[in-house]
T-cell receptor
Framework: AQTVTQSQPEMSVQEAETVTLSCTYD???????LFWYKQPPSRQMILVIR??????QNATENRFSVNFQKAAKSFSLKISDSQLGDAAMYFC?????????????FGAGTRLAVHP | NAGVMQNPRHLVRRRGQEARLRCSPM?????VYWYRQLPEEGLKFMVY????????ESGMPKERFSAEFPKEGPSILRIQQVVRGDSAAYFC??????????????FGSGTRLTVV
């Protein structure tokens, strides 16, 4: 069975600085997708960025980028120029690429605090 | 174009009562997923449904929990004889009817169930 591990329960960063959130996963599959979700206090789950495992190029979305190391099964999220609005819980998630309707498997989350 | 709509946003039930959580998927989405988030934890998959069919209920507790997605109307997650341990946030997500969906679905804002 696939597992997702986020080893940092809490992280903090100064406004305008850069922070990296860690995520590792375990799978025997070769085809899969990885995601980072943001959950602010409103509880809404917001997709931040996704990565297809077959793509070697790391995904980037504005200030958010990932470091995808397939061999190491590592998928870290880098937030550049941190803003107060980035403060939230961040969840790493895995989805199998085999078949159609596969469920998302989430890590336990990292709470990010942003200090002015 | 409304997103995934969940109601109620907050639900308080006494032990032994029934809880009904509703989820209306995005327009054009015929696949619905339910997830549960216990305090300070990540989301855990419960059940995946298509219209009038339960496809995967491997995450559903064996007793007291049931889910449906009728031909007309919202998907319903039903919890009978609630206990304090059922207190959690319940999230619904939906996706379109394509087999290879690279994105991470669209989530509703969740229903926070409190059992007193």
């Amino acid at each position: 069975a696939q597992t997702v591990t986020q080893s940092q329960p809490e992280m903090s960063v100064q406004e305008a600085e850069t922070v990296t959130l860690s995520c590792t996963y375990d799978t025997s599959e070769s085809d899969y997708y990885l995601f980072w979700y943001k959950q602010p206090p409103s509880r809404q789950m917001i997709l931040v960025i996704r990565q297809e495992a077959y793509k070697q190029q790391n995904a980037t979305e504005n200030r958010f980028s990932v470091n995808f190391q397939k061999a190491a099964k590592s998928f870290s999220l880098k937030i550049s120029d941190s803003q107060l609005g980035d403060a939230a819980m961040y969840f790493c998630a895995y989805r199998s690429g085999n078949g159609g309707y596969n469920k998302l498997i989430f890590g336990a989350g990292t709470r990010l605090a942003v200090h002015p | 174009n409304a997103g995934v709509m969940q109601n109620p946003r907050h639900l308080v039930r006494r032990r032994g009562q029934e809880a009904r959580l509703r989820c209306s998927p995005m327009k054009g989405h015929s696949h619905v997923y339910w997830y549960r988030q216990l305090p300070e934890e990540g989301l855990k998959f419960m059940v995946y449904l298509q219209k009038e069919n339960i496809i995967d209920e491997s995450g559903m507790p064996k007793e007291r929990f049931s889910a449906e997605f009728p031909k007309e109307g919202p998907s319903i997650l039903r919890i009978q004889q609630v206990v304090r341990g059922d207190s959690a946030a319940y999230f619904c997500a939906s996706s379109p009817p394509t087999s290879r969906v690279p994105h991470g679905y669209t989530f509703g804002s969740g229903t926070r169930l409190t059992v007193v």
